[in-house]
């Protein structure tokens, strides 16, 4: 006589549960990449965020990836807001009217619209902080705050948009600077002004950086 063999029972599928829980603050800030353009352009001695070579684009991309992203989207706005330590930290403020010129130029080169570059520049919500921390490179990166939501823009790889150019032929280091003479420098000694761009050269160097990380 032939034994005849059960067919294995099949469980019914279990629906794996997530025990990890997130306490999710409505206040804090999110980021949106949709407007967010990386490939480099240069307007002749006004603008370039080009980066030097690799090791520059590698340094400022893990920088803001590892470093950046993270304290900016576990804050509130008031946490890191320009008035806090962590803002100076970050550097995050407003970009005023005397240096939107050159956000619009840069706007204009990477083909937005008058439309939306006019949405852009509403109320006071154009918005600069660090996307690298360090005196190397002291990359920034142009945002559009709405809400809670801050809309990347543009790398300003260089710190092209606020260099002070009175101060270019002072010394590289931050004992002569004036700022900190007067003792009005408010990031000394952790992101010093003359650490990043008091070098001649390396102020004239930046403006002709060509590397395109998308054609490498």
């Known amino acids: 006589m032939t034994r005849k063999i059960p067919s294995p029972t099949r469980q019914k599928d279990k629906k794996i549960?997530?025990?990890?829980?997130?306490?999710?603050?409505?206040n804090m800030l999110s980021v949106n990449f949709s407007k967010?353009?990386?490939?480099?352009?240069?307007?002749?001695?006004?603008?370039?965020?080009?980066f030097k070579d690799e090791a520059h684009y590698l340094k400022v991309l893990t920088s803001f990836l590892s470093i950046i992203l993270p304290k900016i989207t576990s804050h509130s706005y008031n946490e890191i807001s320009e008035t806090t330590s962590e803002g100076r930290q970050l550097h995050l403020h407003t970009i005023d009217d005397t240096h939107r010129t050159i956000v619009k130029n840069v706007l204009k080169e990477y083909k937005f619209t008058?439309?939306?570059i006019d949405q852009i520049f509403e109320g006071n919500c154009l918005y600069e902080f660090s996307a690298s921390l360090g005196h190397d490179y002291p990359a920034r990166i142009v945002c559009q705050k709405v809400e809670n939501t801050l809309y990347f823009l543009f790398f300003d790889t260089n710190h092209h948009i606020y260099i002070n150019k009175k101060f270019i032929n002072e010394s590289l280091f931050y004992e002569t600077c004036?700022?900190?003479k007067e003792h009005t420098c408010i990031y000394m000694p952790d992101d010093c002004l003359a650490v990043s761009y008091l070098d001649e050269v390396k102020l004239k160097n930046s403006f002709g950086y060509t590397f395109d990380p998308q054609k490498k």
């Open 17 to 26: 549960i997530d025990k990890v829980e997130f306490v999710e603050n409505s």
């Open 178 to 180: 004036p700022k900190f």
């Open 36 to 50: 967010f353009h990386l490939t480099p352009i240069c307007i002749n001695n006004q603008f370039n965020n080009h």
């Open 114 to 116: 008058d439309a939306i």
